[in-house]
């Protein structure tokens, strides 16, 4: 299975700059393994179950925490497809080959 997590996480309240903040994030994403994609809005972290993406998300807000933050803005949304993988390469590959047309 394939389980794609778009995320937005950042303070709120530590500015106008947020680069520090997003790259701790990225940190413990990295740290656990998954792959992923940074892109200028947020990032999208694949995994092969829900239950491994969402057990991240509380690490994700405690790194935050521990800088000091003092409210953290989160949007996330899911994409779920049992029976593929390496869909943050796949996908794009397709719409890619769509245009080549």
């Known amino acids: 299975m394939s389980v794609l997590m778009e995320i937005a996480m950042f303070p709120t309240d530590v500015g106008e700059s947020k680069s520090k903040y997003v790259a701790e994030v990225l940190k413990v994403i990295e740290g656990n393994g998954f792959a992923y994609q940074l892109t200028p809005m947020a990032t999208i972290v694949e995994a092969e179950s ?52």
Request: aromatic letters at 6%; charged letters at 35%; a positive charge.
């Open 50 to 101: 829900v239950e491994e993406l969402c057990s991240l998300v509380p690490k994700m807000y405690k790194v935050l925490e521990d800088m000091g933050v003092g409210r953290v803005y989160s949007v996330i949304k899911f994409d779920i497809r049992p029976g593929k993988k390496n869909r943050l390469k796949q996908k794009i590959a397709s719409v890619q080959k769509h245009l080549q047309k």
